[in-house]
């Protein structure tokens, strides 16, 4: 009995270690199943930190501008008076670094390059009867890893950015509900912070290759964003499309609108 045991245990021994075919075919079945609940979610919460790291970053920006705002009565910068890139793009970027130094300011006529560069800018408004009202709007823009561009506006006074009634200061509708028979409420002109968000949206996810990133990253700059434009343009926040919390502006995806 003894020498039969050794030889069993010899044979045994002896054999060569390894998984079948079978076996191996589960461990990857069961990896390529934990992969794809996995990597998605970490994909996600990776872009929204990204994200995050943005609209942190503009709102330093806007908390810097305000304390400019008390010192110059309006967004002007302190050397001249000048109303951001229309007098020098880079003025009003230096005075609110030195208010801010956690985050990279930059002028209105360069485009942010990430999350901790933020391309700062100010506008002047009119009211109804085509008055100036002064340097009253702040804007700016900060480009995520993520790809999107964020972009936010804070204005004080005044009804519209151009001379004759044209764009005015309002902010879109939020929309609670996707049943197309119940009317929301109308544009209304509003002043005070709004934000917007300006998608690449170049993958086969989307299934839309309509915003390229490339494009998305050169116009995320705070000078074309006020702009104050009024028709149709990709890669461009119309006035009308900013809202009261971060969201996409419909005019990522070439819309129509003021």
Known sequence: MKQLINRIKTKIMGRESGFTLTELAVAMLVIGILASVAVPSFLGSRNNAYDKEAQNSI???INAALVQYQNQGDFSDASTAGCGSDASQILLAADLQ???PNVDM??????SSSARTVSVD???TYNSNNELLGCQAFFATALSSSGTCWVAR???EGKF???GNVSPI???PALNTQNASIATWTLLQANGAAYAQIRARSNAAD?????SLALTKSNCNAAFQSSGLAGAASYYARPSEFYSSWRDATGAAGGAGN
Do not use: P, S, Y
Request: glycine share 6%; charged share 15%; aromatic share 6%.
């Open 154 to 156: 804070f204005t004080v």
């Open 122 to 124: 100010a506008r002047n």
């Open 106 to 111: 930059i002028g209105g006529l360069v485009a």
């Open 170 to 172: 309002v902010m879109a």
């Open 59 to 61: 709102n330093l920006a």
């Open 207 to 211: 299934a839309d290759n309509t915003q």
């Open 98 to 100: 030195k208010i801010e």
């Open 161 to 163: 950015f151009l001379t």
